[in-house]
């Protein structure tokens, strides 16, 4: 396999890994004392629709690599930019659940 392949493969192992830790992080946060119920309710909304597009981004990008045979240009191109979308949207995600459990951030955001 070439090296390339192999980062994408790497690529979606710890992306997959990631984004199952964000799931578990959001199912076992806790309501803020200070929060009201609709504050609360819009942000694990918010959250929720966060980590579920990048899960299917990483879907896409999955079946993506599952068809590259061989070093075509045009799939590792879409591979790369879907990469870079997905380290972006994964970024955000951890970024608003580390804000909201280390009380940097509002609930609402």
Do not use: Y
Request: aromatic fraction near 8%; glycine fraction near 4%.
């Amino acid at each position: 396999m070439p090296i390339v392949l192999f980062n994408f493969a790497r690529n979606l192992k710890i992306t997959r890994f990631t984004i199952d830790v964000l799931t578990q992080r959001l199912e076992h946060l806790e309501s803020p004392r200070d929060s009201t119920r609709e504050e609360w309710s819009r942000f694990v909304g918010l959250t929720r629709e966060s980590v579920a597009a990048c899960d299917q981004l990483h879907d896409a990008l999955r079946a993506k690599f599952s068809g590259v045979q061989s070093l075509d240009s045009a799939a590792i191109a879409f591979l790369n930019a879907g990469f870079a979308e997905l380290h972006r949207k994964i970024a955000e995600s951890i970024a608003r659940l580390n804000s909201f459990e280390h009380g940097t951030g509002t609930v609402t955001a």
